[in-house]
């Protein structure tokens, strides 16, 4: 399963996508979220890969505060990032008997009020998890959890970056977007060998291109570049090391609205055309789901469950799209919905959707590929 979740409660300066309402496991067993009992903030984790789906909480020995960051581990325990005065300390939290475990792993010093830090989203395997730390000229990306030692400070990139995507199965490639010289280019960080960075994504010289998802299965990208129409940022896609250009679908231009992907099917190996994207859309009327293939010419919008923890979910390898909510009446769901891909060849126009969309006639191809033959991405799908 591929899941994305990203920080920042609205669409942010730093290029980062809105906040989700839970983070999500790469193999979509778990979920953590920070759930309100009254007046009081609380660590919840959701097991996922059950029959049915169950909430366990978590809370410690005191309420957590609304900045607090939370992010499920592969064997069920919850990392809780707690910032305060300058610092930002880890701990891992795990049920035991009637209360909540905790295992403190350390902090991060970020003095300089000009830093900003928080989670990367969930690494491939489950056992180890990042944290980014902006400052004023450069980015460093730190191990805070399943180094065995504390807290780690593994690369140190020139340049203040955002977003935030992995690259593939082992969390070894992950792609940033550094914002250098007045321009963003997402760029690749390789975590093997002591933060190399690559360039990745680089449309033309004055766009800002930013990587938001990527399957490493089908090598599906999902961008938003400038390139096409400067000064206006537009959903595109393109292809990990192919030498075919990023395109920018009509159907992916949404008047009023604002698109996000959060979730790719996995397991669609050399066919990237048909991998099923599924966005967050903000519009007028509220947020909703918007389901799109490379392949078709529309986007087929959903109503969300009611009660949807916005932006999450995971697709199934069969194009199940699993989509956690709660409510007073059934407060850890997942509603499952099935998305089957119409034909390549079929030209449909938009489908009924809460607020007005475009077609999708032929959209505008940028100038230059995706130039993934710089980067050290040996053992990922090419097309």
Partial sequence: ???????STAESDSGDAPRTECVITADGSYAARLALNGDCWFPERWTLDGPEPYAVPLPSHQPEEPGTEVQPMGDGRVLVRRPTD??????LLYPTGP?????LLGAVECPDDGTRLRMLPPAPGGERAYALAVGRDSSAVWLVAGGGF???RLAEIPGRCSGGVWLDREGRMLSLDRESGGRTKAVVVDLERDGEVSPLLQITADSDDRVLLADPDSGLLLIRSDAPSPGRPRLGWGVLGSTLPV?????????????TPFAIQPGQVLTPESCGVALRVDGPVGSWVGVWRPAERAVRHLAAPVGWL?????????????LPYTTADVPCGVARMEAPAAPATEDRGAQPMPSPAETDPPGPVATRPVPLQQAPLGGLVTK
Wanted: one cysteine or more; glycine letters at 14%; a negative charge.
């Fill in 310 to 322: 916005t932006g999450a979910g995971v697709w199934s390898r069969e194009g199940e799209l699993r």
């Fill in 1 to 7: 399963m591929t899941a994305c979740a990203i920080e």
């Fill in 99 to 103: 209360g909540t475990g905790e295992l």
């Fill in 86 to 91: 300058g610092r930002h300390v880890f701990s």
């Fill in 150 to 152: 504390g807290p780690v």
């Fill in 247 to 259: 395109r920018f679908p009509e159907s992916l231009r949404m008047p009023d609205c604002e698109a």
